[in-house]
Nanobody, 123 residues
Framework: QVQLVESGGGLVQAGGSLRLSCAAS????????MAWFRQAPGKEREFVAA????????YYADSVKGRLTISRDNARNTVYLQMNSLKPEDTAVYVC????????????????WGQGTQVTVSS
């Protein structure tokens, strides 16, 4: 079992930045690929970014390429999402995910979910 706890969300103006963190506990963190998904009100949960268990490869949704960066620190059991040049359409609950399938881009591949953290971008 893996427990995931997100933090770092908040309210920011368009063009601003936020850094989300996801702390993992339980089974070996370094053995899982990690990802961020997001869900806006009235919409389906969608993939944002993923990082391989070793940190050696990353994968991004086209809508966030060049603005969001995923990273991980296996010594701290933590995955991060650096969010720059934020847009109002980035407003959503951001959810951390862990799984064993690469690339971890589909909800069906996720073994564990966090509770999520709200990101609101004002125009």
């Amino acid at each position: 079992q893996v427990q995931l706890v997100e933090s770092g969300g908040g309210l920011v103006q368009a063009g601003g930045s936020l850094r989300l963190s996801c702390a993992a506990s339980g089974r070996t963190f370094s053995g899982y690929h990690m990802a961020w998904f997001r869900q806006a009100p009235g919409k389906e949960r969608e993939f944002v970014a993923a990082i391989m268990d070793s940190g050696g490869s990353t994968y991004y949704a086209d809508s966030v390429k060049g603005r969001l960066t995923i990273s991980r620190d296996n010594a701290r059991n933590t995955v991060y999402l650096q969010m720059n040049s934020l847009k109002p359409e980035d407003t959503a609950v951001y959810v951390c995910a862990a799984g064993s399938t690469w690339p971890l881009t589909r909800k069906q591949f996720v073994n564990y979910w966090g509770q999520g953290t709200q990101v609101t971008v004002s125009s």
